[in-house]
């Protein structure tokens, strides 16, 4: 059984989980589970926006674009300077912590080569 917040739902997380935010939780070393609502908010759009824009994902731009920044027990993605690819997003979701849901699969979820990590990587 995971967690997610419903936030997270309302920002762009889909299940099954599309192929490109598999590859962003394999390049982090970490869940989806685990990032903030913000943090989805930004993948899924960037997924989205290469495709419209590139034609495909590309997650050598993705790293070009956005390092992970740990702030407190969370970890963030940040702006790498002058990429910026996504303009006009909040970076801060009111009480997003407030509501959540469980969610249990019917079959594995595609991660399980990627455990809960307790100390976050840095940039």
Known sequence: CYTFFEIQFKLGLR?????EL????????????QFPPNAIRFMTTFII????????????????CYAPSKQGR???????????????IPTNIPKWI??????E???????????????LPQE
């Open 15 to 19: 299940f099954p989980l599309s192929p």
């Open 22 to 33: 598999l590859q962003i939780c394999e390049w982090f070393g970490l869940p989806l589970h």
């Open 49 to 64: 926006l290469c495709h419209i824009r590139l034609g495909r994902f590309d997650l050598a731009f993705f790293h070009y």
């Open 74 to 88: 969370g970890l963030y993605l940040k702006c790498r300077n002058g990429a910026h690819f996504i303009n006009d």
């Open 98 to 103: 407030d509501r959540f849901d469980f969610v």
């Open 105 to 119: 699969p019917n079959a594995p979820f595609p991660w399980p080569s990627i455990p809960w990590v307790k100390e």
